[in-house]
């Protein structure tokens, strides 16, 4: 017996229904994309970086639910701020892993005009997530190690997920920022982050040098976690510049 084709409103009423789980809000943020923004921090990740500054938003349990209609009022509410460049982002935890959920919303924002943009680790490639990139402006992705090795070990995600993400995005003319925090001792060699920039497949628009930052850890004490960057320094703004500006000779020459 032929399974019986579900028509595509009734498919996309069902995907109305599922709630958007969120760790937090943040109205008129500067960091997280062009202009200012609304950005959604989603509960749930299913990377594990040993340097990550939101360990509570990493847990799928947790986070408050909220409807796509709830959040698109919300997003609204600050468009007369956004001007040309601003709009919403979707951050985490990893937004990709509530693709089907964000669908809907993603729509709306679309139909207003509304800047999107995703700020992803590219830990989840999937049906959902090509078409939520779709609807997305701008993508800000985590590039987080040189190798698989140290992709795996430091991240818990495998490298080749995450350059298939980037490619996805190329693909479907998605604007993409490369994002990497550089760690002491870990991944801020020169030579490092040049490899990792000459490794990227050409039309990236830009490749962001972040320094890694101490301001999370506090985070583990509270939920009764060992902190895994204990002893590591902070990256010195000096470092990160001189990172950067390998990074642009090599953007500028090769890319
Ligand atoms: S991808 Fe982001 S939220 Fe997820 S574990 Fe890594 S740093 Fe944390």
């Known amino acids: 017996m032929s399974e019986k084709k579900i028509p595509d409103n009734k498919k996309r009423a069902a995907a109305r229904n599922i709630p958007i789980k969120l760790h937090s809000i943040e109205s008129l943020a500067a960091l997280d994309g062009e ?16 340097y990550c500054h939101n360990p509570d938003a990493v847990p799928r349990t947790g986070g408050k639910e909220y409807s796509p209609e709830e959040l698109f009022a919300k997003i609204l509410r600050f468009r007369p701020y956004y001007g040309d ?3 919403a982002t979707f951050s985490g935890g990893e937004p ?8 809907p919303l993603a729509r709306m924002l679309k139909n207003e005009h509304i800047n999107i943009t995703l700020d992803t680790a590219g830990a989840v490639l999937s049906d959902d997530v090509r078409a ?3 609807c997305t402006d701008a993508v800000l992705l985590d590039i987080k190690m040189p ?45 490092t982050v040049a490899d990792v920039v ?6 990236i628009a830009a490749f962001e040098v972040l320094g890694f930052h101490k301001m999370g850890e506090y985070k583990y004490g509270k939920m009764g976690m060992p902190c895994p960057t204990e002893g590591i320094p ?5 470092r990160v510049e001189r990172l950067q500006k390998v990074v642009d000779e090599i953007m500028l020459t090769e890319k």
């Open 35 to 50: 202009g200012l923004r609304t950005v959604l921090f989603m509960q749930g990740c299913p990377a594990r970086c040993f």
């Open 85 to 87: 460049d601003g709009g």
């Open 96 to 103: 990709c892993l509530q693709a089907k959920a964000l669908l």
């Open 132 to 134: 939520l990139l779709k």
């Open 147 to 191: 190798s698989d090795a140290l992709y795996r070990e430091k991240t818990g995600i495998p490298q080749k997920r995450v350059y298939d993400f980037l490619d996805a995005c190329l693909s479907l003319g998605v604007k993409v920022t490369g994002r990497y925090v550089a760690v002491p001792g870990v991944n801020d060699g020169e030579d």
């Open 198 to 203: 000459r490794s990227l497949p050409k039309g």
């Open 234 to 238: 902070a990256m010195s703004v000096e």
